[in-house]
């Protein structure tokens, strides 16, 4: 029996993905460059081309010093990209017992790197409002400590670690400094955070097109202030045109970087100022009703809100279709992407307030 095409999730719905609709333009760039591989440009120049303009892009919103110079590539998301930068931290440090110190908000993706790369990872408690503690940091840190990261945009509670502080603990000791703004990082510019290139001594950072950018997945983004982290990553490829690779995949799909263009093309600047802006707005917005319903809420930096409600209620609104989740310690987590509308967080709180009466 013939069964019906499936089709695509709609994201009506969807409240806690970091993701969201790609713009129709870098949906098109996509289609158009799906069979193409940046993992090898010297075959593919016109992709290779693309990832040059992408990374400039990328450099210019993260205040690189030189955005046309900058060192970077389009990985597969944030994971890839945090998993490089730990990696050339550790081939550029002198010693073999390398560690890396992060906050317990840092992502997931330096458990991983950590077990992949053998190297020793410190997490550090955070302060009272969510962002990385200096002075855990600085006590955790040591002559093997390779890296010190900081997170601009923590996927729990959207805090913004105080970069300048971390960037001054890592040059003391040697260490590197990787900002993590795989979410943050669209959403930053408009903002009077300091978190950036400009901002502090970052060595590298993670800033992903395929969140708020509005880039298909998979396209996030590694970016290098200067070309020896990258240098520390390359690998000959005897093979291809192309004699070395400083990525971790091989092959890539073009899509990403295509659709990657054509997103920045489309929005930057000023699409993307006024996505954040809406989004700073709904979460405001978010928040202060949930407050006056009783839930204790933490009060957003960035476009997510985070409140403590009953696991019942929780559930119940995953039964009514609605896609939340729940931060480590429990409390419903809604990020407002820019699918997340006013008139679908209305019909969530519809929602809500029946399963409350």
Known sequence: ??????????????????CTEPHPAARE????????????????????????????GLATLAAHPTPAEAAGYVTSGGTEAN????RSARNRHDGSDVNVVAPTS????????????????????????????????AAAVDEDTALVVGVAGSTEYGRVDPIPELAAIAEEVGARLHVDAAWGGFVLPFTDHAWSFADAAV??????????????????????????ALDALAVDTPYL?????????????????????????????????????????????????????GYDVVEPELPLVAAAVPDSTFSALRDA?????????????VVCMPHVTRSALRAFFDDLDRIRR
């Open 1 to 18: 029996m013939q069964q019906p095409e499936p089709e695509p999730q709609s994201f009506d719905r969807v409240l806690s993905s970091m």
């Open 29 to 56: 760039a996509a289609e158009r460059f799906l069979a193409t591989n940046p993992g090898d440009p010297a075959t593919y120049e016109t992709v290779a081309d693309l990832e040059r303009r992408a990374v400039k």
């Open 83 to 86: 998993v490089q930068a730990v």
């Open 106 to 137: 840092a992502h997931f993706s330096f458990t991983k790197a950590a077990e992949v790369l053998g190297v020793e990872l410190r997490t550090v408690p955070l302060d009272d409002d969510y962002r990385a503690d200096p002075d855990a940091v």
């Open 203 to 228: 060595d590298t950072l993670t800033i992903d097109p395929h969140k708020y950018g509005q880039a298909p997945v998979p396209a996030g983004g590694l970016l290098a202030r200067e070309d020896a």
């Open 241 to 293: 045109e192309t004699r070395s690779q400083a990525t971790l995949t091989g092959t890539r799909s073009g899509a990403g970087v295509a659709g990657a263009v054509a997103a920045m093309d489309a929005l930057w600047p000023d699409g993307y100022r006024e996505a954040a802006e809406r989004a700073a707005d709904d979460a405001d917005w978010l928040a202060g009703e949930l407050a006056a319903r």
């Open 321 to 333: 279709g609605w896609k939340v989740s729940r931060t480590g310690t429990g409390e419903l987590r």
